[in-house]
């Protein structure tokens, strides 16, 4: 009996870790994915206002560029907290824009 008692409260662990792990990844990797979304939807907004103020005329619209003009403040990486090199750059193409981070 003590054995049966063993096996199952050991079966019960096993069944509780094997759904609760892959799910907190899950809820992890999905929380980091919209911190990145929110903080690349505020830089390409601060393009798109600097693009259709007639303030920036090319294709290529650096964080450089937008940070001298006080379209936007220092923005940083929302998981290691490092600042976005100032060579980073959104491009628009065909009045869509996307940001391209450089490292």
């Known amino acids: 009996m003590n054995t049966n008692k063993i096996v199952i409260i050991s079966s019960v662990i096993i069944i509780i870790l094997i759904i609760s792990i892959p799910t907190g990844y899950k809820v992890i990797k999905n929380y980091q994915n919209n911190l990145f979304k929110v ?22 619209i650096t964080l450089e560029f937008l940070y001298q003009n006080n379209y936007l403040s220092k923005v940083s990486n929302p998981i290691t907290k490092e600042d976005y090199s100032k060579n980073s750059y959104v491009l628009r ?8 981070p450089i490292e």
């Open 39 to 60: 903080v690349e939807e505020k830089i390409i907004d601060s393009a798109k206002r600097c693009y259709y103020e007639n303030v920036c005329q090319n294709d290529k």
């Open 93 to 100: 193409k065909d009045k869509s824009f996307k940001f391209f």
